[in-house]
């Protein structure tokens, strides 16, 4: 034996007394009463149930509880037959062995040990399928039949060619890879931020591309349960009376593990597990693959921005973070990485977008088309085929799915199917119709009456960003009456309020925000000024947005109400702009203007804030908050501030400063981006005075006495939260880690 | 150093300079032995809390001015931990409960209940009774009043209310009904001139009588504001001089700025230059409907007199808004918004006139 995974405990039961064995069984679980049983009958046929043949193993006793109490504890007549009861088990625990050194990849493992594990990876699907088969093809030819395979991995793209990704996107991610590993300049890793919808063929673009640039990837995957490390760790501790302690489990966190990978990854190659694969793939160069991102790190993102600052100092190969878009009101890739870490990390970022509905027809044309020609399915007729397509929102893989399921025999014939064939006959009949996502639900605001027609199979609940949402809201469309025959005109001493129908609901995109209606409003609020361009208009819009206010002030009625809100300011807002009336009037001047985040919440917390720092730090004079500042402290800091204590003055004097120019141009404001992570705060309005926070103060009075003579500046010197990024130290520690991996 | 506002505060009935047969009214009925609930209003710096302070006096002797601050912590229903800061002696606590904003119920009924389940040690010297005062009653919720109501009735034996607010119209009947009202009206400006002499005097100082009576004018009938104007101007420069400038805080001329901003143009650029001022006021607690009211006076001055009803009408329907609403800036920017339709409007209709 060269080297062992397994701690070694030899039992050399021949020798040893019997007291012995049961001392040592009753260390081990909570099976007492049965050790006195075994206890009583190992005196009789203690040593001739353990043959000498096991003289030579290494014999480890923690048998499995449930095999073996069950083996004890059965009566005297079970015990007749001994002999078979332990190898049995040991042959169990053997096998258990031999599937754990997945675990085991440490780079002393001998060649043995590896072969072996090959030839059992091999054997694997062979006893799955209960019959040893030996060649690839009679392989899938069985899978295939057995037909509970996903399309979507059955059809993965193999070519560049296959790809449904945009051709310029492959081509960005493939000009990275390339540049990326092939030059290579020190301590700055090349991290890439490959962001876009599930579904879209991000990680299917990299592993073609790896191969065929002759990469290698290593990949981060979630470890799956601290359990399996952990047992694997108590056995390792070779002291068996410590057995009972496997409770103390030495795993580390989700975080250290992944820092752990990231510079094991970039030291070491990975195992050449596949000896036939190894001998061919010679490899130019490898990156490193994250996907997974350890959950831990979106409750604490700073702790993946410090990892991936070390590695992007003493990192050797390129890495590739792969997020998905997926949550519903805010941008996971946002959320992890703000702008601005993103500019601190030189982060690259690639944005794959939505597949187009003609490049998904083509591939689900393309699959469903080899699938008829093995003779199974049907080809699904192009209708359905466009309306799973367009239903799935530019999710290849949910599209697959779907027409997978489309194609089955017994669900071809569902209702809903027909009659979106017979909807899309009646839209195809439009002229020239461009394929387009939003198309049916523009369809359904035209004619309301067709609108529970709305469900495809595998239709995707399609999302909306805040962005995205307001966007469509302030440069809305109207469409020509006349197509949508219900529309009627006001009265003559009406017509000026006379408009032509909407292309769109606008409670329908709010709703896709799955934001609440009044933090909507406030982001309307917020940005529908520029959008209008007379007084006149801007003062029913204003009106409009008051009266949303008004309607859902009512604490108890604000659940009902919050919906309305929303469709009083944002059809307000619409009907208020004048000068686009009909669906032919066109925007003048209105080019594409940046949004913004709404201010109302930072003033407000602001406020409360120093209100709370004002009634803190004039206790003594006993004034209620609103004497108190809009009197006494202004004056305070016209007659004689220096006369109170420090924190009082600075507080005088940030709270007494307005912006001097009286033309200063909307200070502070906060941009809206594409994909802005936006967290829909809760009700504002109960102010939260028990959070008089003494480190603000503290903090406050520190700052300011900073920039005390700093007079312009007044609302943005918070405390210098940000942390600095000390380069020296942490490199040291870097160089520290790197020595405990050498040995 | 305390303001002068602190330092000549008049401490008893007897000391009070003006409104000096209500200071009588009071003594006598503290002297009657029974006290009812007193609600006192009128605006601010008219001396409303001075006068409670002197009432109280009245009541218990100098104790009362043994002053001590306290935290009270409570926990709504909802388990939510609330703080609120009391100021008390051993005969009275006085508490803003509408610090606590829309909590402010759990803290009326909790301190009512914890003050008046205490009899008064002593009672055969003193009143067996305690004080209870509330300040900013106008500020708190409906729930609020309304719980305070039944509190009121039910330790009517252990426990005075006295509630300090600027004006009854938010105060609802009930409440108004089960208090005596004392209004303080503001001190008229001969009397401000009066006083800012003494206080003059005792400081020192010699006032010129002409800067009082401008500093009086100014300070439109608030005394405090007065006293802090005229200890402004002796830091700003000493000896007086009769006609130097009369500080103002700085809010108020960024806000009269604002409002010439609105009057010079009326756009929807202009409209969020002024948003962006607007926001600025309110992140420096400035409460939104003294913004009203300072923006509403300001345009005033600037408007015809035909407007000046459409304008104020207005002001009122978004300052009702302003109060039952969740979000000032909203009301706040549709009533500028509607003011400068109006007076684009007029200055339209003028020059339509002119030719």
């Not at chain 2, 047969?21 to 601010?44: M, R, T």
Request: glycine fraction near 4%; charged fraction near 25%; include cysteine.
């Amino acid at each position: 034996m060269t080297f062992s995974p397994f701690p070694v405990f030899r039992i050399d039961l021949q020798a040893k007394p019997h007291e012995e064995i049961g001392l040592t069984m009753d260390d081990s679980d909570d099976d007492v009463s049965i050790v006195k049983v075994t206890q009583a009958k190992s005196q009789r046929k203690g040593a001739s149930w353990v043959t000498p043949s096991f003289d030579d193993f290494d014999f480890e006793p923690s048998l499995p509880s449930s095999k073996s109490s069950k083996g004890f504890s059965q009566s005297h007549s079970q015990y007749s037959q001994p002999k078979s009861q332990p190898k049995k088990t040991l042959q169990t625990k053997l096998s258990t062995f031999a599937s754990r050194d997945d675990f085991f990849n440490a780079p002393s493992s001998s060649a043995s040990l590896s072969r072996k594990r090959q030839r059992e990876q091999q054997q694997v699907p062979a006893h799955k399928l209960t019959s040893v088969v030996k060649s690839e093809a009679q392989r899938r030819k069985l899978k295939t039949a057995l037909s509970t395979d996903l399309w979507s991995d059955q059809y993965q793209p193999k070519k560049k060619e296959d790809l449904a990704v945009h051709k310029k996107k492959v081509e960005d991610i493939w000009s990275w890879l390339k540049e990326r590993t092939a030059r290579f300049t020190k301590h700055a890793a090349p991290i890439l931020l490959l962001t876009g919808p599930p579904g879209t063929g991000k990680t299917a673009t990299l592993k073609i591309l790896a191969s065929e640039l002759r990469l290698e990837i290593q990949e981060w995957s979630n470890p799956a349960t601290a359990a399996g490390d952990s047992d694997f760790k108590a056995m390792e501790q070779a002291d068996w009376s410590e057995r009972s302690s496997v409770d103390v489990y030495s795993s580390q966190s989700q975080s250290s593990q992944f820092s752990n990978f990231l510079l094991r990854a970039n030291k070491y190659q990975a195992l050449q597990l596949d000896l036939t694969a190894s001998s061919t793939n010679s490899s130019q160069g490898k990156f490193i693959l994250v996907e997974d991102i350890p959950n831990s790190f979106y409750r604490n993102p700073e702790e993946l921005h410090n990892i991936l600052k070390k590695y992007r100092r003493c990192g050797h190969c390129p890495l590739v973070l792969v997020v998905s878009d997926t949550s519903t009101n805010s941008s996971n890739a946002q959320r992890l990485f703000p702008p601005d870490v993103q500019v601190d990390l030189r982060l690259e970022s690639i944005n794959v977008n939505p597949v187009a509905p003609t490049m998904m027809v083509k591939v689900l044309n393309k699959i469903a088309s080899q699938e008829a020609a093995q003779g199974r399915f049907a080809a699904p007729s192009a209708r359905v085929v466009e309306s799973i397509a367009m239903s799935s929102a530019g999710d290849v893989r949910s599209a697959i799915n779907a027409l997978q399921f489309a194609c089955r025999q017994d669900t071809v014939d569902l209702n809903q199917l027909r009659t979106i064939q017979k909807r899309l006959k009646k839209e195809s009949s439009g002229s020239g119709r461009r394929l387009k996502y939003g198309s049916l639900a523009k369809q359904d605001s035209g004619a309301s009456n067709s609108t529970q027609h709305e469900v495809v199979i595998g239709a995707k609940d399609t999302t909306c960003f805040l962005f995205h949402a307001l966007g469509k809201i302030l440069y809305f469309k109207r469409g020509d009456p006349a197509e949508s025959g219900g529309h009627q005109k006001l009265p003559a001493h009406l017509s000026r309020h006379d408009r032509d129908p909407l292309l769109f609901t606008p409670e329908e995109i709010v709703e896709k925000t799955h934001l609440s209606g009044e933090y909507f409003n406030t982001f309307l609020h917020q940005n529908y000024v520029d959008f209008l361009s007379s007084v006149e208009d801007v003062e029913r819009a204003a009106e409009y947005l008051s009266d949303a206010d008004l309607l859902s002030a009512q604490y108890t009625s604000r659940g009902q109400l919050q919906d309305y809100t929303v469709s009083v300011a944002t059809r307000g807002f619409i009907h208020s702009d004048s000068s686009i009336c009909r669906h032919t009037d066109s925007r003048k001047g209105h080019g594409w203007r940046p949004l913004h985040k709404s201010q109302w919440f930072a003033t407000q917390k602001q406020s409360q804030q120093s209100k709370a720092a004002a009634m803190r730090l004039f206790r003594g004079y006993h004034w209620v908050p609103e004497t108190l500042l809009t009197e006494i402290v202004p004056y305070i800091n016209l007659t004689n501030p220096t006369l109170h204590d420090p924190g009082q003055i600075s507080f005088v004097q940030n709270v007494c400063q307005f912006s001097r120019s009286s033309y200063a141009l909307r200070p502070g404001l906060e941009k809206l981006d594409e994909k802005s992570a936006v967290d829909d705060e809760d009700d504002t309005d109960e102010i939260p005075t028990a959070s008089m926070n003494p480190a603000f103060n503290a903090s406050q009075s520190l700052a300011r006495k900073d920039n005390a003579g700093d007079n312009d500046d007044n609302n943005d010197d918070l405390p210098s939260s940000q942390t600095q990024i000390k380069t020296a130290p942490v490199e040291e520690e870097e160089e520290f880690f790197i020595e405990e991996f050498d040995d | 150093m305390s303001l002068w506002v602190d330092k000549y505060r008049p401490t008893t009935l007897a000391k009070l300079d003006y409104h000096k047969d209500q200071a009588a009214h009071l003594k006598k009925l503290v002297q009657g032995g029974d006290f009812p609930h007193l609600l006192v209003y009128g605006p601010s710096g008219a001396g409303k809390k001075t006068r409670v302070m002197c009432t109280l006096r009245e009541l218990y002797g100098s104790g009362v001015e043994k002053l001590r601050i306290e935290h009270n912590n409570f926990t709504t229903p909802s388990n939510k931990k609330l703080e609120i800061v009391s100021i008390s002696s051993n005969y009275h606590i006085e508490v803003n409960p509408s610090d606590v904003g829309i909590q402010d119920r759990v803290v009326i009924q909790e301190l009512i209940k914890n003050v008046a389940q205490v009899n008064q040690l002593d009672s055969s010297t003193q009143k067996d009774f305690k004080v209870v005062v509330l300040t900013e009653v106008d500020r708190l919720s409906r729930d609020a009043q309304h719980a305070l109501r039944r509190t009121m009735e039910k330790y009517m034996s252990t426990c005075r209310l006295i509630l300090v607010c600027n004006s009854t119209s938010k105060v609802i009947p009930a409440i108004r009904s089960r208090c005596l009202g004392v209004r303080v009206a503001a001190p008229s400006a001969d009397e401000i001139v009066q006083m800012l002499q003494t206080v003059c005097k005792k400081e020192g100082l010699n006032l010129p009588s002409e800067l009082a009576r401008r500093i009086a004018d100014k300070s439109q009938g608030n005394l405090r504001r007065a006293l802090l104007m005229c200890e402004a101007c002796k830091v700003q420069q000493y000896p007086f001089s009769a006609d130097q400038d009369v500080s103002e805080p700085d809010w108020e001329v960024f806000l009269r700025d604002t409002a010439s901003m609105i009057v010079q143009e009326q756009s929807p650029r202009r409209l969020l230059e002024v948003r962006g001022r607007l926001y600025e006021l309110l992140s420096h607690c400035i409460p939104a409907d003294v913004i009203m009211k300072g923006l509403l006076q300001e345009l005033l001055q600037n408007c015809d007199g035909e407007l000046k009803t459409e304008v104020v009408q207005s002001a009122a329907h978004f300052e009702h808004r302003l109060q039952s609403g969740q979000k000032a800036i909203y009301h706040i920017e549709a009533f500028v918004a509607r003011f400068m339709a109006i007076y684009k409007r007029f200055l339209e209709e003028g020059i339509a006139d002119l030719f």
